[in-house]
């Protein structure tokens, strides 16, 4: 039988616009359609982790409102247990405003909400969630102090933690890495936390090196098409991504690490754990949207030729 996971994280309405050009300050302009989408990267990453078979309880906040009610309805869909998600009196749901322009290129003001209630008191009160499950998933979409307090108790507990960090914060303190067992950045994320210039593979190297320094167990560097790269204690190995023909990597990282702790909690071993990953997230970078293009489990049985046998 798999073993639980507890994702604490955020859930946001992304509301999309496409637009000719991104407006100026004093500018009006008229944008071609809107669009509202779950999203959140917690959100994300408990939808991904259940759709591939994982028992998935999360902890979050949303507001008393439309869009929180939809954030529901897409994790229940996915197999998620959201009977222990917060709503706030007071706050709206997560928003993201995302505006594309014809060129692709856009801009994205977040207004967190609800997400700010995520925080430590209300995680203490869920200690019994921490004890069920075995892994922890977080990313840092909601407030450090409470981040910080949900790695602590799932240590104390003797949990798993892996810690997705993203949107990187300008550092991430030895307190926090000590409390992780698998640190997840992209090559982006690594660069401004660690410090190193370039994305090279021995840049990576170093600066996964240097987040191992600060306590962190493991560090899986996501590197796009290039796959992702395992360094811990006397080892390193990249594991090549799928090839496939990517037209939206929008939630690739996501989906990545939901489909790790799905593998791991499923009782694969890291390495088989991470071609099911890169597996998981290469199907959905050939498809459109975040929670829309993630894969059910079914879907990677065909994909996957011998990796779950690794
Ligand atoms: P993020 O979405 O956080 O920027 P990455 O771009 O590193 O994260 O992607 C996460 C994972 O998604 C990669 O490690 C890889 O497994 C998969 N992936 C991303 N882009 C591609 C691609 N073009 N082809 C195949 N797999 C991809």
């Known amino acids: 039988m798999s073993k639980g996971i507890l994702v604490v994280g955020s859930l946001n309405m992304d ?3 496409n637009l000719e050009k991104i407006p100026t300050v004093g500018e009006t302009v008229l944008g071609n359609d809107l669009s509202y989408r779950a999203g ?7 939808c991904a982790a259940g759709l591939l078979g994982g028992e998935v309880r999360m902890l979050g906040c949303v507001g008393k409102d439309e869009f929180g009610e939809k954030q529901i309805e897409n994790l229940k869909k996915a197999g998620v247990d959201t009977s222990y998600l917060k709503k706030s009196d007071d706050q709206p749901t997560g928003t993201a405003i995302i505006c594309v322009d014809s060129h692709g290129d856009n801009n994205i003001v977040v207004i967190p909400g609800a997400n700010k209630e995520c925080d430590a008191e209300y ?3 869920q200690r019994e969630l921490f004890e069920w499950c075995d892994y922890v998933v977080l990313q840092m979409e909601i407030p450090y102090d409470s981040v910080l307090c949900a790695a602590m108790m799932a240590k104390e507990a003797g949990k798993t933690v892996i810690l997705n960090p993203a949107p990187a914060p300008d550092e991430l303190p030895e ?3 000590r409390n992780v067992d698998y640190l997840t950045p992209n090559e982006t994320e690594l660069m401004k936390l660690s410090g190193v210039t370039d994305c090279s593979v021995s840049s990576m190297k170093k600066g996964a090196m240097i987040l191992l320094e600060k306590g962190a167990g493991c560090v899986i560097v996501t590197l796009g098409e290039k796959g992702a790269l395992l360094v811990k204690k006397g080892e390193e190995c990249l594991y090549p991504a799928k090839k496939v023909k990517a037209v939206d990597t929008t939630a690739a990282g996501d989906c990545f690490n ?3 702790a799905a593998a791991l909690a499923e009782g694969m071993k890291e390495g088989a754990a991470l071609g099911f990953a890169n597996a998981a997230s290469a199907i959905a970078v ?5 929670q829309e293009s993630l894969p059910a489990r079914e879907e990677l049985k ?7 046998a690794v």
């Open 40 to 46: 959140g990267k917690g959100a994300n990453q408990a």
């Open 286 to 290: 050939t498809r459109k949207g975040a």
């Open 15 to 17: 509301m999309s616009v």
């Open 175 to 177: 307190e926090l890495c």
């Open 258 to 260: 939901g489909a790790f």
């Open 123 to 125: 995680l203490k009160r």
């Open 302 to 308: 065909d994909y996957l030729g011998d990796v779950l």
